[in-house]
C-alpha cells in the first residue's frame, strides 16, 4: 500500500478520534462559516476528513448529503459506522486528493488541515486542479490549516502554513476571497494551535 495511505491508517489506529490532536466535538468555525457562505444545504465534500465530526453537524444543519474523502480506509470506516443512519446520505472516498478526479459536483468543498500536508509543488497543483473540477457552479471551498504564526508539522510531519494572501497565490487568480478568520484550536492535551480558515469560490 502506498506510504502515504499506511502512514494514516497507523494514525487512526493508534488513537481513538477523540484523542488526536486535531480532534473537536463541534467544529464551530468550519460549520459557521459554511453556513454563512454555502450557495444551499447541497452536497458537501469534506477532504482529508478523517474521522471528523463535520458530517455528524452538517446532517443535523440539514444538508442534502456529505462525502467524506480521506487517505485512511480505518477513519472512513469509523465515520461510516457513527453516520449509519445517513448511509444514503452519507459517501466515503479512500483516496489522495492529489491522485484523484471527482466524478461530480459539489456545492461546498471542504478541507481542515490536509491541504498543508502538501509541501511539494506538484501535488499542490494536483490538489487545485481537483479543487477546479470538483465544485459546482456558486459553489464555496473552505480551506483551513495552520496560520503563519502556527506550529510547522503537524502529527510528526512538516506543514505549508498559509494566510488568505498565501492560500490564493498558491491556488491560482481565478479564485477570489469571500472571507478569512483565525480560529485558536485547543488540542485534547491542552495545547494551543492557530489556524487561518479562508472561504473562497471561483
Ligand atoms: C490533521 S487530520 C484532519 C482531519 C479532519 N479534517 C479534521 O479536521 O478532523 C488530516 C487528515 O488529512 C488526511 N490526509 C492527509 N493528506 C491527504 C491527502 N493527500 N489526501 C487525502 N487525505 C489526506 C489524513 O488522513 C487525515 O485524516
Not at 501535488?123 to 470538483?134: K, P, V
Not at 512538516?158 to 477570489?176: C, N, R
Request: glycine fraction near 8%; charge should be negative; proline fraction near 5%.
Amino acid at each position: 500500500m502506498d506510504t502515504r495511505h499506511a502512514y494514516w491508517d497507523r494514525v487512526y489506529t493508534e488513537k481513538p478520534e477523540t484523542a488526536v490532536s486535531w480532534y473537536e466535538l463541534c467544529p464551530a468555525s468550519s460549520l459557521d462559516l459554511i453556513l454563512r457562505n454555502a450557495p444551499a444545504k447541497g452536497n458537501v465534500i469534506d477532504i482529508g476528513g478523517g474521522a471528523s465530526f463535520l458530517p455528524d453537524h452538517l446532517f443535523e444543519a440539514g444538508f442534502d448529503e456529505v462525502t467524506s474523502l480521506d487517505l485512511s480506509a480505518v477513519a472512513l470506516a469509523r465515520v461510516a459506522r457513527r453516520l449509519d443512519r445517513f448511509r444514503d446520505r452519507h459517501r466515503c472516498i479512500v483516496a489522495d486528493v492529489t491522485q484523484w478526479s471527482p466524478d461530480k459536483h459539489y456545492d461546498v468543498w471542504h478541507d481542515r488541515a490536509a491541504l498543508h500536508f502538501l509541501t511539494e509543488p506538484e501535488d499542490q497543483r494536483r490538489y487545485g486542479a481537483a479543487l477546479r473540477s470538483a465544485l459546482a457552479p456558486g459553489g464555496i471551498a473552505v480551506i483551513g490549516g495552520f496560520a503563519p504564526n502556527g506550529p510547522s508539522r503537524c502529527s510528526g510531519l512538516p506543514v505549508i502554513q498559509h494566510d488568505s494572501a498565501s492560500l490564493l497565490d498558491m491556488l491560482g487568480t481565478e479564485f477570489k476571497l469571500l472571507e478569512s478568520i483565525e480560529h485558536l484550536h485547543e488540542t485534547p492535551g491542552g495545547s494551543k494551535r492557530i489556524f487561518c480558515f479562508s472561504v473562497i469560490s471561483k
